[in-house]
């Protein structure tokens, strides 16, 4: 098995730390809104990935933490009107819904930042005492970044170009511009612990580092996150670590590509940011895991009304080999399992894996009607395969009723919608039109303008 390793930029075999044994942690959400459509590519990404290495016989301890002291929760909170722990509980059980929905397991571990202060205060505490952490007059304490030489390996940056070439916050208080918060002195009237330094709070960055040191040891096999995370937060991650241990802190890191709607950045800004339970609102949460399944997980996905359409037409695909079949869940070996999985040894590469799932789909639909007898041995093995991306856990039946649903608007009420298109683009209310055509293409009814008018098709079943 190989793995891309964001720190070396390269494929490496992966050589787990302990025989049979992977150590994992994963960056999580940051609970005071609802989780966005990233947080959902970051969730899929890796469940797939954990469980590919449980499906290749490896005992799997998967870390993904929780961030429920921050200063966006806390100016949630204010602004809510509720105590910090209301809102944090809120977010973190509409968090579990929506990973749920997307049939994504729980990780093995789920530590809260709040439950590990200790553990952040001891942490910094090694820092201070060995000189890479200094507390400032005004009790906040912070990370001496040009005392850590290796400061930029994952990114590949130099210190000098940082300064001269980023927005650093500027601060009196610090040595050095470059240097970042380990603990925040609490203001009046907000969340705090006892520290040697007065009442506060810890920084975001070591958080993680005491998190993750503390489930799984000063050294483990991978780090994982969003491709947001890589600077600064995994590399003061580094810093923090591997200087108060004095060990390498993670051998493999692996960040997920990023979501893109239509092509744009998605951004609250740009009117094009939305929550998973948004998405879920309109779309098969099956239809939505394909489509995040579907990329490479490094890279970029464009989120779109017709990439779900798509999305929906080739899930239907499989479904519909499955129709009609009692699939025998005995495993068996098969040249579909033998690419699906040389192609997830080489980095996880869903969109290779998958494509051996419709090769086997095609062979099903032959057998159906050719070789009766092997039909069950080839839906189970569909069945099987699919399961380890997350995919095919609905009966065909299910799924293809659901599909049927969703283009159930009578051939009067899409010409009434066609006609209301055409009303809104004569009055140049084109925001309207394009509403309505993408409405239309989210329920599969495709339409296509010419020279003699609209005319529609349905795409899906």
């Known amino acids: 098995m190989h793995i891309y390793n964001t720190l070396t930029r390269r494929k490496e075999p992966f050589k787990p730390l302990v025989d049979g044994k992977v150590s994992m942690y994963v960056c999580g959400m940051t609970v005071y ?13 890796f469940d797939v990935i954990t469980r590919y290495l449980r499906h290749r016989g490896y005992d799997v301890t998967y870390v993904r933490n929780i961030t429920d002291i921050d200063d966006k929760i806390l100016k949630r909170a204010e602004e809510n009107g509720e105590p910090i722990d209301a809102l944090t509980e809120r977010m973190i059980a509409a968090m579990h819904e929506d ?47 040009r005392k850590f030489a290796d400061y930029g390996k994952l990114n590949n940056r130099q210190l ?74 995994h590399e003061n991650e580094i810093a923090q670590s591997e200087a108060a241990t004095g060990k390498t802190y993670v051998n493999t890191w692996m960040h997920a590509g990023a979501v893109r709607v239509n ?12 929550t998973i339970r948004d998405v879920l609102a309109e779309h098969d949460p099956e239809v939505v895991r394909y489509l995040l399944v579907a990329s ?79 039909a069950p041995r ?25 599909a049927q649903q969703q283009v159930a608007l009578s051939e009067e009420e899409i010409e009434a919608k066609i006609a209301e298109r055409q009303a809104a683009k004569g009055s140049k209310d084109f925001a309207r039109a394009d509403a309505i055509r993408d409405e239309l293409a989210a329920l599969g009814i495709i339409l296509k303008d010419s020279r003699e008018g609209t005319t529609w098709v349905i795409e899906a079943p």
């Open 33 to 45: 809104d609802y989780c966005h459509l990233g947080h959902a590519r970051v969730m899929v990404a």
């Open 99 to 145: 990973e749920a929905r997307l049939n994504v397991l729980p990780p093995s571990q789920e530590p809260r930042a709040t439950e590990h202060i200790g553990d952040i205060i001891r942490m910094i505490e090694t820092l201070v005492e060995k000189g890479f952490a200094y507390a400032a007059d005004n009790g906040d304490v912070y990370y001496r970044v």
């Open 160 to 233: 000098d170009d940082m300064r001269s070439g980023a927005r650093v916050e500027v601060d009196v208080h610090k040595e050095d511009p470059l240097d970042f918060v380990l603990w925040k002195a609490a203001k009046p009237g907000e969340a705090h612990w006892h520290s040697p330094w007065g009442d506060g709070r810890p920084g975001w960055h070591i958080e993680c580092s005491a998190m993750s040191t503390c489930c799984l040891g000063d050294t483990f096999d991978i780090h994982g996150g969003g491709p947001d995370l890589t600077f600064p937060h």
């Open 263 to 274: 092509q744009e950045k998605m951004s609250k800004s740009l009117g094009n940011f939305f």
């Open 296 to 374: 490479h997980y490094r890279s970029a996905i464009n989120y779109s009304v017709d990439s779900l359409v798509e999305a929906r037409k080739s899930l239907t695909r499989l479904y519909t080999a499955l129709d009609g079949v009692n699939a025998d869940e005995q495993a068996a070996a098969s040249d579909a399992a033998e690419r699906f999985t040389a192609a997830m040894d080489d980095d996880f590469n869903t969109p290779i894996a998958l494509a051996a799932l419709f090769d086997l789909a095609r062979d099903l639909n032959r057998a159906k009607s050719d070789q009766p007898a092997e």
């Open 378 to 402: 080839l839906a189970g093995e569909l069945k099987r395969l699919a399961g380890v991306l997350g995919l095919l856990q609905q009966t065909p039946q299910t799924f293809l009723k659901g």
